[in-house]
């Protein structure tokens, strides 16, 4: 609880602001398939968009069995990719639609030429310049996942005050998360558990099983990467967020190492945040059932509210 975290670099807000400017304008162009499935309430479909660069991107809409959508969600994923929606259902709200993207490169989805699918060298590609790194562009992809949804679902932008759309992110998806979230008002609340990416100067002094541990060794070859990692910095974006963010932080992961999952939860405003404390993350151990059981009570709770 008393991790820091480190204060944004010259520039932090304008980079992302543009990068969001940018990614607002581009047509997503959503398309869905069949019914691949109907479970947890609601019908899954394929469906396909377009994001910033001109790729086209995959992933699944779930669509309430019954009843008007009342609750929207964009739905981020792990870094092993997705290739099913999976755990990520049933929803926390009755009445939900959902995105769940795949991510530009990540999952048979979204494979794009050149871009690497594993998690150690995906992690790294264009990572010499805040420019062309991939994790900015996978941040845009959360984005144009909400276009896609707020198009294909256009009841969840009826709301008198503007779109109200929840963020769900694990791992991967929950550092993209706390990156996205401050500068996109079409979101309302947010849920970000083991979230990576969180304090990176200290990060890289922490040996890890997860992708971090490829940015800390690309780090001894080449230190000036902290240059870059400043603008990534998922602690750092958390001083911005403005929505209330319930964010399930691990004692105990060999692949995301806790003090950088509590930097994110310790850097968001006092009364926006809620803690989830988990025993372990990224690890099968005795009373994990239950521990998702009850991170899903927390879930259903948290946003009931909002």
Do not use: K
Not at 17 to 42: F, I, N
Not at 202 to 212: H, N, V
Request: aromatic letters at 8%.
């Amino acid at each position: 609880m008393r991790v820091g975290v480190p204060v944004a670099t010259e520039g932090f807000e304008g980079f992302w602001r543009g990068r969001y400017e940018e990614a607002l304008e581009v047509d997503t162009a959503p398309e869905v398939g069949v019914v691949e499935e109907v479970r947890d309430g609601v019908r899954v479909c394929r469906v396909s968009f377009s994001s910033v660069g001109g790729v086209r991107l995959g992933g699944w809409l779930a669509l309430p069995v019954d009843g008007p959508v009342e609750h929207g969600f964009v739905v981020g994923h792990g870094y092993g990719g997705r290739d099913a929606p999976g755990p990520d259902l049933p929803l926390p709200l009755p009445r939900s639609a959902a995105l769940l993207p795949c991510v530009r490169g990540m999952g048979e989805r979204s494979r794009l030429p050149g871009v690497p699918s594993v998690a150690a060298a995906h992690v790294l590609h264009g990572i010499a310049s805040r420019d062309t790194y991939v994790i900015g562009a996978c941040v845009a992809d959360l984005w144009c996942a909400a276009s896609a949804l707020l198009e294909l679902v256009p009841e969840l932008s009826r709301h008198p005050s503007g779109p109200r759309l929840g963020y769900l992110g694990e791992s991967f998806g929950g550092g993209l998360g706390a990156l996205a979230l401050p500068w996109d008002d079409r979101f309302a609340a947010a849920r970000l558990t083991v979230p990576t990416f969180g304090n990176h100067p200290l990060r890289l002094t922490l040996p890890c099983a997860g992708s971090g541990e490829s940015v800390r060794r690309h780090h001894r070859d080449h230190p000036q990467v902290v240059d870059v990692l400043r603008y990534f910095d998922a602690a750092t974006a958390a001083t911005f967020v403005s929505v209330p963010t319930l964010v399930a932080a691990a004692l105990f992961d060999p692949a995301v190492p806790p003090p950088g999952q509590f930097a994110v939860h310790n850097a968001l405003p006092d009364d926006l945040r809620t803690l989830h404390v988990l025993s372990a993350g990224h690890f099968d151990h005795p009373g994990a059932a239950d521990e998702a059981a009850g991170l899903a009570r927390a879930d259903r709770e948290f946003f009931a509210r909002l």
